[in-house]
């Protein structure tokens, strides 16, 4: 079932010889429970990040969060702790091949909301192009269901 629910995020990106980036949004989105401990969140994306036209949806599973996003920007990026995945970024100036690579990935979502952090490292032809870390709280939102 969906559930219609408050989504914070607090992004950091951090480049080298370059100062942090930091992006906060505040959105509304579902979180629908897939299974024992697994849950999907949903919330489209606006201008304030960049992605306007682009649905972005967290996977959660035992060990595992897959970030897919569909739309003006395609890409789908796994997150294991300790592991390196590749994943293809589909963007409208076009494709681009990079690793995922997960320090450190926890999550307490569950049927009422929760947290997630994930601390990963994006590569470029395998050298590091970045450190980013995802802050997200997910709270129940009263009122009815939000259509996406």
Do not use: C
Not at 57 to 84: D, H, K, P, W, Y
Request: proline content about 1%.
């Amino acid at each position: 079932m969906d559930k219609s629910v408050i989504i914070s995020i607090k992004g950091k990106q951090s480049y080298e010889d370059v100062e942090d980036e930091t992006i906060e949004l505040v959105t509304e989105g579902l979180l629908n429970k897939e299974g024992e401990g697994e849950y999907t969140l949903s919330y489209q994306e606006s201008e304030l990040t960049g992605l306007e036209g682009t649905l972005t949806t967290f996977q959660v599973e035992q060990g595992r969060i897959t970030l897919m996003r569909i739309g003006e920007v395609n890409s789908q990026m796994v997150f294991e702790e300790g592991r390196r995945h590749l994943s293809m970024y589909d963007t409208p100036y076009g494709a681009l091949a990079i690793g995922v690579n997960t320090r450190r990935m926890r999550s307490s979502l569950g049927e009422h909301g929760g947290d997630i952090e994930i601390d990963y490292a994006i590569e470029i032809d395998h050298a590091v192009a970045g450190q980013n870390l995802f802050q997200i709280n997910v709270r129940e939102k009263k009122g009815p269901v939000i259509k996406q």
